[in-house]
């Protein structure tokens, strides 16, 4: 018995060892196998570097390690990354592994990066398992084959970021520098839970508009969990949001009907300061730094049961008293800073909601402000209650808000406003049951900053409010030289507000002279901003600093009618421009511009929107009469870029520009993504010492080509990725032809063929002696050659616009090589005329003698169709006079009785038999003779050809 002992403690040792050492001994390939085994049962790719198993590191336990967890979608979410995890830690328990169960007890990510995107049409990016694996009943197993179980007893999260995007709901939410620990026995049926998170950097927005920006986060909570019943009943709870902490008590229920929420919530502090840390630094400067007097509570409670088509009910109050704000380092102090408010809903749909703002009042000494808003059924018919009465100095918020001490800003703001209704009244065309009436003033506004190049002045603007639309009375601008006046209504602006609809609007802008360099070389902001990511990737962009594009609206249609005496634009300098511009759905249309610019006149129609922060989208199509070149050259930067001859080039020219481009930050093209066509005209185009023609002339040695007079060009190109492509155009110069084509690319490089015949005449003595003694040691060879009056030279044009090379065509010759080449090229013509008119000659006689040939077969045929015919007719005639012999002798020897007509109908048998066999002999013989004549013919017709052949390959 001993001995037995002694050998199953042996064995127990071995075994424990296997246990351990086994996984490492097949590490690789467990790790493979899992990866298969993972990615059978989802719709994304799963990878990881590496499995590590440990017994030291958590002994008495068993950890498992997954290093570099990743989960990348498929199909139409390629490439959008769901999880990265570098670290993935779970620990077992190494005895409960012996008995053969696989129970989880700690869950830890090291620095997990998950992204959550839903799209418009309802689709998940983490909606990745298998359709067959989803719903599918399962089969019954054996008690105890299923031994996977998590009981865990902590759970934690080192450094994590978070990303959730909802394009159906548009809601965005990141979160940054997620750390989290959870304390509990969820295994057990009852457990307390402890919870600590943090969040560094927390971001919300819903729609268009940002509710949380950049607030830190802090939640400890300890809740008695009821696991079995799923009832949770909230200890000791704190939230707080960057200084405001607000405490929670109640519980939360998990019941077949839904949740059942029974939860208050309070600020403890009554502090105003705590507040105000919600504020954004972008517009609450210094929060530190902020000297505050004053109270405020918030409370609230949410109870009921909370289901996919049903809310609880819910409470929220905030009052604030005695507010007052001051920084330190400014004399004044806003004052009297008061607000009553409350949202409440009774429960069920969230159309029941009531936003009620009795009160919101401040000063900023002279200057008070008094709002009231009450809203009720948002969803079905926003009942509204709405007054705003203001009175502000500008020049007087230096004292109370830090503005740079280089910036100045003055001129009056007043407002008074009175909404009351419901939106159906205006919607139904029922102004009398909505009340809309004051106005929003603002007078004599000036406002400079080393932003801007030139101060802003507003002279006058005034908003007059009605039931059926606000009414621009006036808008006077004034910045440096440029005036801008605007005046028009804002249709549906209720609807927009309240049930964002769209808002459409009329406008009327003129303006003497309009500089848009001074509005648009204002520096952009460095605040920093985070773009939602776009539904392409699903991917958040990153803090971004850079220059931005201007973006249209989203949910406006606006109709603007301009009118511009006077127009600039960069190195744009228009005159008497009229036309439409539209902005609808995030564009914004051009439509019909006319305008008088460099010498002539230019329609303009096209679209504009910004793709991206960064980067827009443009679509132009330019119609150009009679514009001035070297103008034009100043003014049109793809002139600049495309098209430098047009510096050394006088005249005017007209044509059509049709393109598509992307747009940078300052508005300028991103010449890689142009695209499109057109065509320029030009007549009496003078070109004057253009480095090409000039390094052309010298080669050739022909002056005149440095300087051109073209009586009449006409290009028709396309831009290919950014590529401008010239198609072959001609060219006439006095006497001189030309032909050219190629490209100009948009970093300067290009690469031309043109093909140039100049007079001999204008060659020179030298060129013309070297051609006539060519042509006649041509000739003393029996020859009668003579060359042309204009020499032909290939040019192939390369290098950059700036540094351009000029050689002549393959072989890269001198002019007198050239001259050489020609003559060559002239007799070998000749020689090549000579030949094609001999193939011609013996083509001809070939193709005479297979006409002669078939016409010949042609006769024999019908001399034979003849002879079977006539051999068919006689056959017919036999048998038509052996019938009437026939019946002639049955006729008689019917009237010899039975015996004398037998006899006849044999011997009428035996007359058509005879004519039977005389007719079908003479159809034999005429076939003979027929076939006798055609093929006579046949071998008269291919002895016909053979000679002509033969004479023919003779020539």
């Known amino acids: 018995m001993k001995t037995f002992f002694k050998i199953l403690a042996i064995l127990l040792v071995i075994l424990a060892l296997a246990v351990v050492i086994l996984p490492y001994v097949f590490k690789d390939k467990i790790t493979s196998l899992a990866k298969q085994e993972i990615n059978k049962q989802v719709v994304a790719q799963v990878d990881f570097t590496e499995l590590n198993f440990s017994l030291i590191r958590s002994f008495p336990n068993f950890r498992l390690s997954i290093e570099n967890l990743s989960v990348v979608g498929k199909n139409e979410f390629q490439g959008d990354t769901l999880a990265f995890i570098p670290g993935t830690h779970l620990i077992f328990n190494i005895i409960d592994i012996f008995r053969g169960n696989y129970i989880i007890s700690k869950i830890s990510l090291i620095e997990p990066r998950i992204s959550i995107w839903t799209k418009s049409d309802g689709k998940a990016n983490y909606d990745i398992m298998m359709p067959d694996s989803i719903g599918t009943v399962p089969q019954e197993v054996p008690d105890g084959s299923n031994n996977f179980s998590i009981h865990l007893k902590k759970f934690s999260i080192v450094d994590g970021q978070f990303t959730y995007l909802d394009d159906e709901s548009k809601i965005y939410m990141t979160m940054k520098e997620i750390n989290h620990t959870l304390h509990g026995d969820l295994g057990a049926s009852r457990t307390t839970i402890f919870t600590q998170t943090s ?117 929220l109050n905030l009052a604030v008293q005695n507010g007052t704000v001051k920084y330190p380092d400014l004399p004044g102090k806003i004052t009297n800073i008061g607000i009553k408010s409350s949202v409440t809903s009774p429960g069920g749909v969230l159309d029941h909601v009531m936003i009620d703002v009795q009160n919101m009042h401040l000063e900023m000494g002279n200057n008070p402000l008094d709002m009231k808003i009450k809203l009720s059924t948002p969803i079905s018919d926003p009942e509204i209650d709405f007054t705003l009465k203001a009175q502000m100095d500008l020049a007087t918020v230096k004292d109370y808000y830090p503005i740079n001490n280089t910036d100045l800003l003055k001129g009056t703001i007043v407002a008074d406003i009175a909404l009351k209704g419901k939106l159906s009244a205006i919607e139904n065309e029922q102004y009398e049951q909505f009340l809309a009436m004051g106005s929003l003033v603002l007078q004599n506004m000036e406002y400079s900053s080393p932003s801007f190049k030139n101060p802003v002045v507003i002279s006058q603007a005034q908003l007059n409010f009605s039931p059926q639309y606000i009414d621009l009375v006036t808008f006077r601008l004034i910045t440096g030289k440029s005036d801008l006046q605007a005046s028009g209504k804002l249709e549906n602006y209720l609807a927009y507000y309240l049930k964002d609809e769209t808002l459409t609007g009329t406008l009327t802008v003129k303006s003497n002279f309009f500089n848009l360099d001074d509005v648009m070389d204002a520096t952009t902001s460095e605040d920093e901003i985070t773009t939602a990511p776009t539904q392409e990737t699903g991917t958040p962009t990153s803090a971004d600093t850079s220059a931005r594009v201007p973006e249209i609206p989203g949910n406006i249609h606006f109709a603007i009618n301009s009118t511009f005496n006077h127009l600039k634009y960069d190195s744009l300098d228009m005159s008497q421009m009229t036309g439409k511009v539209l902005i609808s759905d995030r564009k914004l249309w051009l439509e019909d511009l006319n305008m008088l610019i460099s010498g002539g006149s230019m329609n303009v129609s096209g679209d504009y929107a910004a793709s991206t922060p960064r980067t827009a989208q443009t679509s132009l199509l330019l119609k150009l009469n009679s514009l001035d070149i070297p103008t034009a050259f100043k003014q049109f930067a793809l002139l600049r870029t495309y098209l430098p001859l047009a510096e050394k080039a006088t005249g005017k020219f007209s044509g059509s520009v049709d393109f598509t481009t992307s747009l940078d930050a300052g508005l300028m093209p991103v010449y890689e993504t142009l695209n499109g066509k057109g065509w320029l005209s030009a007549n009496n185009l003078k070109v004057t010492g253009m480095n090409t023609l000039v390094k052309a002339a010298e080669l050739l040695h022909y002056e005149e080509l440095a300087n051109l007079t073209l009586e009449k060009v006409l290009v028709e190109f396309k831009f290919v990725d950014g590529k401008l492509v010239v198609d072959p155009f001609d060219m006439k110069y006095e006497g001189v032809k030309g032909t050219l084509q190629g490209w100009t690319a948009f970093d300067g490089k290009i690469g031309y063929n043109m093909l140039v015949e100049i007079p001999r005449k204008k060659l020179g003595s030298d060129a013309n002696q070297l051609l006539d003694n060519l042509v006649g040691e041509a000739n003393k060879l029996g020859a009668s050659f003579s060359i042309g009056d204009n020499i032909p030279f290939a040019l192939v044009i390369g290098g950059t616009l700036e540094n351009p090379t000029v050689s002549l065509g393959p072989g890269n010759g001198s002019a007198k090589e050239t001259v050489k080449e020609t003559v060559k090229e002239v007799i070998n013509q000749e020689i090549d005329k000579q030949k094609e008119n001999l193939k011609v000659e013996a083509q001809k006689l070939i193709e005479d003698a297979d006409k002669q040939a078939a016409a010949l077969i042609a006769e024999a045929e019908k001399q034979a169709a003849a002879l079977r015919q006539q051999a068919e007719e006689a056959k017919t005639r036999l048998m038509d006079e052996a019938k009437k012999q026939g019946d002639k002798l049955i006729a008689e020897g019917k009237k010899n009785g039975m015996l004398g007509e037998m006899a006849a109908k044999k011997a009428s048998a035996t007359v058509m038999s005879e004519a039977e066999k005389q007719g079908q002999n003479g159809i034999q013989e005429a076939n003979k003779q027929a076939d006798a004549i055609v093929n006579t013919a046949k071998a008269s017709a291919a002895k016909i050809k053979a000679d002509a052949r033969k004479k023919a390959d003779e020539m």
């Open 199 to 315: 969040c560094a950097d927390l971001m919300l927005q819903y729609e268009e508009s940002t509710y949380l920006n950049h607030v830190s986060l802090r939640y400890e909570s300890s809740l008695d969990a009821d696991l079995d019943n799923g009832i949770y009943t909230f200890g000791k709870n704190e939230l707080t949001i960057n200084k405001l902490k607000l405490n929670f008590e109640g519980s939360v229920s998990m019941m077949k009907e839904g949740i059942n929420l029974v939860l208050t919530y309070n600020a403890p502090s009554t502090a105003f300061k705590e507040l105000l840390s919600l504020v954004p630094a972008t517009y609450l400067k210094d929060y530190e730094g902020l000297e505050t007097t004053g109270m405020f509570s918030l409370n609230g409670d949410i109870k009921g049961i909370y289901t996919d088509e049903s809310y609880p009910s819910f409470t």
